[in-house]
């Protein structure tokens, strides 16, 4: 038996990780996980990243780890959190729940369900839907069932009914104090050591980017209690010694008075941060404050800044508001206090083409050049379900030219070539190519790769989970 099917005790609800998920402890699940059993409802957590690669993963080999799981725990729900990228997997973890006892109730949530509910409920290894934030309405999904009543009354579901489906309203946003620290225990143990864990101080983002649908998943901004993050830190270094690796918030304010204090009780507790340990912000929330003094001494030593492109043009297309002047002004700032700045950018966004992928190149040169930006990493473009360029591409002229879900996704498997999953009207996927190929020599002109792409010259071409995992570990 592989122990990462083995719990203390049976669990009744069971969420499976997806092996795109990677060595990591995912939160989305591993969150609504900790919320149950809080509760007194016993739910467990399967990374089937634990069993396998993204590469060798096969419908028999996920079969061979859910077939271990229901047998020993008899749940009577197993579910799903999904992305996109990993929606195909998703589907036939459910698929084979289903085969191996079709009296468990399967559940789909996350990001992917919440906008393509219809799909997903349609289905017919689908049993309900979960839209939005999970943890409220998993939780009186779970007291339903168990009590053997009805769904009707459970806010931000879709579930079948004699042959019907039924949406019932959108759920209210809960209480984020309500929710307890990540329970690391629910999984294996030296899954968590030998993985890596990030952390967050909030959900959801001030800002409304258009290439991005969290802001319409999350519906605003709010932020969790600090002790929270505190006590995962601790756990993470103390128990697993594998201390926390980032803060993944959509966005980190460096200078609110929470990320402050977060600085503060790092330096007073003595907490060890991951050795690449990095926050990601945008370049106009970058200003001379009491938070960007107090990281010094923390051990947070990156700052990944959403730049994506030097085009006013594009700028104004992604409702970015920001500018080249603020992105420079931002960057030449953080060279005061002895960070690492790594920039993403992106190719492909409409708007895009060839005249202002050269604004890109230019303002990558210039702050490569002078010193303000120490890293860069460029992506393609993808309209994300969720934003409303999936939503009306005609008008937007994106042309999808990988219409599978499991090729949209930015970190691809081992050796894998990263390619645009679609093009527009006025920039072929070819020519985005070619100015993904210029700014990659840009930034091997000034050995500016950050520390998850592979080297020049790897036998790696693409960033993947494997890769990833080494280096979020590895000492600077």
């Known amino acids: 038996m592989n122990p990462l099917n083995s719990f203390p005790k049976k669990k009744k609800c069971i969420l499976i990780s997806p092996p795109e998920n990677g060595k990591c402890s995912t939160r989305g ?28 993963i096969s419908p028999e080999k996920i079969e061979a780890v859910l077939s271990d799981v229901i047998r020993e725990n008899d749940p009577t729900v197993i579910g799903v959190s999904c992305l996109t990228a990993d929606y195909h997997t998703c589907k036939d973890i459910l698929r084979i729940c289903k085969q191996l006892n079709e009296n468990i ?20 290894f689908v049993d309900i839907v979960v839209r939005g934030e999970g943890e409220w309405t998993l939780l009186e999904l779970l007291s339903a069932l168990e009590k053997g009543g009805g769904l009707h009354h459970i806010n931000g579901i879709n579930f079948k009914e004699n042959g019907q489906v039924i949406r019932t309203p959108d759920r209210s946003l809960g209480n984020l104090s309500e929710l307890p620290p ?46 929270r993050i505190i006590h995962e830190m601790e756990t993470l270094e103390h128990v697993y010694k594998s201390p926390m690796v980032a803060i993944e918030d959509n966005m980190v304010y460096l200078g609110s008075e929470q990320f402050s204090e977060l600085c503060r009780e790092i330096k007073q507790r003595k907490i060890r941060l991951g050795p690449q340990f990095y926050v990601l912000t945008r370049t106009d929330c970058i200003i001379d404050s009491q938070g960007m003094k107090d990281m010094e001494g923390t051990g947070i030593c990156n700052v990944v800044l959403g730049i994506e492109t030097g085009s006013p043009k594009v700028l104004k297309m992604m409702n970015k508001k920001t500018s080249p002047e603020t992105i420079i002004s931002g960057c030449e700032k953080l060279m005061k206090y002895d960070l690492v700045s790594i920039g993403l950018w992106m190719i492909g966004h409409p708007g895009d083409s060839a005249e202002e992928s050269e604004h890109s190149l230019e303002l990558l040169r210039h702050l490569l050049d002078k010193g ?45 070539k990263r390619e645009p999953v679609c093009q527009l009207k006025g920039f072929s996927a070819e020519e985005m190519e070619v100015y993904y190929k210029k700014a990659q020599e840009i930034i091997d002109q000034y050995s500016a790769r950050p520390f998850w792409e592979p080297v020049p010259g790897a036998e790696k071409v693409s960033v993947s989970f494997e890769t990833y995992n080494k280096s979020v570990k590895a000492t600077v």
């Open 29 to 56: 699940v591993l969150s609504l996980a900790s919320f149950l059993e809080a509760a007194g409802y016993p739910a467990g957590v399967v990374p089937l990243a634990d069993s396998m690669r993204v590469e060798d």
């Open 105 to 124: 109730v399967t559940l789909m949530g996350g990001i992917h369900p919440t906008f393509l509910d219809q799909d997903c409920i349609a289905l017919p």
């Open 182 to 227: 990540l329970n690391f225990g629910l999984l294996p143990y030296e899954f968590v050591k030998e993985g890596y864990s990030y952390g967050m101080m909030s959900r959801g983002c001030a800002f409304n980017c258009t290439f991005c649908a969290d802001n319409r998943f999350w519906k605003g901004v709010r932020r969790f209690p600090l002790s």
């Open 372 to 416: 303000f930006l120490s890293k860069a990493n460029f992506s393609y473009f993808t309209p994300w379900p969720g934003t409303r360029f999936f939503e009306d591409m005609e008008k937007y002229g994106i042309e999808i030219l990988k219409p599978e879900w499991s090729n949209w996704n930015f970190r691809s498997k081992t050796g894998g």
